[in-house]
């Protein structure tokens, strides 16, 4: 039997939010790991330092770095000044900044910086998945070209499912059926998108098309189970045959 905790919602409270934010202190340097986390599953860390009229509050460098890790370094640069003008604080091609902060500006601050560097790197990632996915698709209508010819190759098709009408990467329409494909990138948002459709289609019936889930990386790819529920499931870089029987 669990025991009920005796402290008051005070108490607790403090607790919950010492919890949340961890404090760490360096040569007058005081870093704060926030509850918020990067793409990559990192906190957003700032740091506070102490100049001659203020504070300076900023991510040390911690979202390039991130984005970095992301692949999107070069991106980052032009997507960061876009997420301080929104947080007003300020991006010097290294880090996330505010300067000259008073002491009771501090909180303020700090969470701009934060969710400026959050924000930056979100976005971040949001722009690789989609320079990814294009050029998924490109690779997806050349292979589909070669092996039935761009007549039976139909790319960004649109289909009414049971409920709603999608959109498919591409679809092939052969003599007694029509199959669709859907590029799914590595993560439970692509999983989960691709699955909706997948499901809204399935539940047309007997005529429901084919559904040929392509996945980008098979290895990291999450819910598998899942997705095999709704669609054939096959690897980007299969074989010609392995397309073949999947549609």
């Given at each position: 039997?669990?025991?009920?905790?005796?402290?008051?919602?005070?108490?607790?409270?403090?607790?919950?939010?010492?919890?949340?934010?961890?404090?760490?202190t360096r040569d007058q340097v005081?870093?704060?790991?926030?509850?918020?986390?990067?793409?990559?599953?990192?906190?957003?860390?700032?740091?506070?330092?102490?100049?001659?009229?203020?504070?300076?509050?900023?991510?040390?460098?911690?979202?390039?770095?991130?984005?970095?890790?992301?692949?999107?370094?070069?991106?980052?640069?032009?997507?960061?000044?876009?997420?301080?003008?929104?947080?007003?604080?300020?991006?010097?091609?290294?880090?996330?900044?505010?300067?000259?902060?008073?002491?009771?500006?501090?909180?303020?601050a700090v969470i701009a910086v934060a969710n400026a560097a959050?924000?930056?790197?979100?976005?971040?990632?949001?722009?690789?998945?989609?320079v990814q996915h294009a050029d998924a698709r490109v690779y997806l209508w050349e292979r589909l070209e070669r092996l039935y010819g761009p007549k039976l190759v139909g790319r960004k098709l649109k289909i009414k499912g049971s409920s709603e009408q999608w959109e498919f990467d591409a679809a092939i329409r052969l003599q007694d059926h029509l199959s669709l494909f859907e590029i799914v990138a590595p993560n439970a948002n692509a999983v989960n998108s691709a699955v909706?459709?997948?499901?809204?289609v399935k539940d047309i019936g007997i005529a429901a098309p084919h559904r040929v889930a392509v996945?980008?990386?098979?290895?990291?790819t999450p819910h598998l189970a899942v997705l095999a529920r709704t669609a054939r499931y096959i690897s980007a870089d299969a074989s010609d045959e392995d397309y073949r029987r999947a549609a």
């Open positions: 039997m669990a025991l009920i905790s005796t402290s008051s919602i005070t108490e607790i409270a403090w607790e919950v939010a010492q919890a949340l934010v961890k404090v760490s005081a870093r704060l790991s926030m509850p918020l986390l990067y793409p990559g599953g990192a906190m957003v860390g700032v740091e506070i330092s102490r100049l001659r009229d203020g504070f300076l509050v900023s991510d040390a460098g911690g979202a390039r770095r991130e984005a970095g890790l992301l692949g999107g370094e070069r991106s980052f640069s032009r997507i960061a000044h876009e997420a301080v003008d929104r947080f007003g604080v300020q991006f010097d091609h290294n880090m996330i900044f505010d300067v000259d902060v008073s002491e009771d500006e501090l909180v303020l959050k924000t930056s790197v979100e976005n971040t990632a949001i722009h690789l998945a989609s909706t459709k997948f499901l809204d996945l980008t990386n098979l290895k990291t």
